[in-house]
């Protein structure tokens, strides 16, 4: 069955940077798009960025672009999150998705504060 498990969450200061992972399994994964969104506190989950299967187009949402690179591991199933400069906003539980599939995984808890 199909599972994704994501990891590297933390507490960070404003300014700090983190790196998320989310291993996949149970589907073709270098052959199908991720995406990682999140969903702050009493917010709505919202897109935060996407990479096609080869990793050869990725795209952000304006609130991290410049600030965030999404890639991936074909060869280890796995999605990345590479955030820098990181402000409150930033604060949220992160998940990955695969977009033809209906699960999330359990997320990972970023935390921005000084």
């Known amino acids: 069955q199909v599972q994704l498990v994501e990891s590297g969450g933390g507490s960070v200061q404003p300014g700090g940077s983190l790196r998320l992972s989310c291993a996949a399994s149970?589907?073709?994964?270098?052959?199908?798009?991720m995406n990682w969104y999140r969903q702050a506190p009493g917010k709505e989950r919202e897109f935060v960025a996407f990479?096609?299967?080869?990793?050869?187009?990725?795209k952000y949402a304006d609130t991290v672009k410049g600030r965030s690179t999404i890639s991936r591991d074909n060869v280890k199933n796995t999605v990345y999150l590479q955030m820098d400069s990181l402000n409150d906003e930033g604060t949220a539980v992160y998940y990955c998705?695969?977009?033809?599939?209906?699960?999330w995984g359990q997320g990972t808890q970023v935390t921005v504060s000084s």
């Open positions: 990479i096609a299967y080869a990793g050869g187009s990725t």
């Open positions: 998705k695969w977009p033809r599939g209906s699960l």
């Open positions: 149970g589907f073709s994964f270098s052959r199908e798009a």
